[in-house]
């Protein structure tokens, strides 16, 4: 059965047996903990992702970096030699380095002013 959490004004209400006025805790989920969502997935492929050379994978033809779950299984196959995933991390602030010219507010300012422009050509015209 599905029960919705409660928050704001009606919480108070909510939450509180009105015939004995206990406090009653709130609705919460665990989902997919054990073993997760794409582990057996992850462990059949996890070479695919790292070992490449790329870090990362496709995804409906376009390129993706891995989620943070693979990068914290990866971190667990990998826990005996620990300077790998530093070796990694490393790697991606350098990419990341190498393109943040293109996060400056000037760079987004043209970005948002030539999305724009390409946007105008499609316009419709209303009868």
């Known amino acids: 059965m599905y029960k919705k959490k409660i928050n704001g004004k009606q919480k108070l209400e909510h939450y509180t ?34 070992q490449t050379g790329k870090d990362g994978l496709h995804m409906n033809g376009k390129f993706m970096k891995s989620p943070k779950y693979y990068d914290l299984q990866y971190a667990e196959k990998t826990k005996d030699t620990p300077e790998i995933m530093e070796i990694l991390k490393q790697n991606r602030i350098e990419k990341f380095e190498e393109i943040a010219h293109l996060f400056t507010p000037e760079s987004l300012v043209a970005a948002e002013h030539t999305h724009k422009a390409r946007m105008s050509l499609y316009k419709r015209k209303l009868k």
């Open 17 to 50: 047996n009105t015939e004995t006025g206990e406090w009653r805790e709130p609705e919460f989920s665990l989902i997919s903990r054990k073993p997760g969502i794409g582990k057996k997935w992850f462990d059949k492929y996890y070479k695919d992702i790292y």
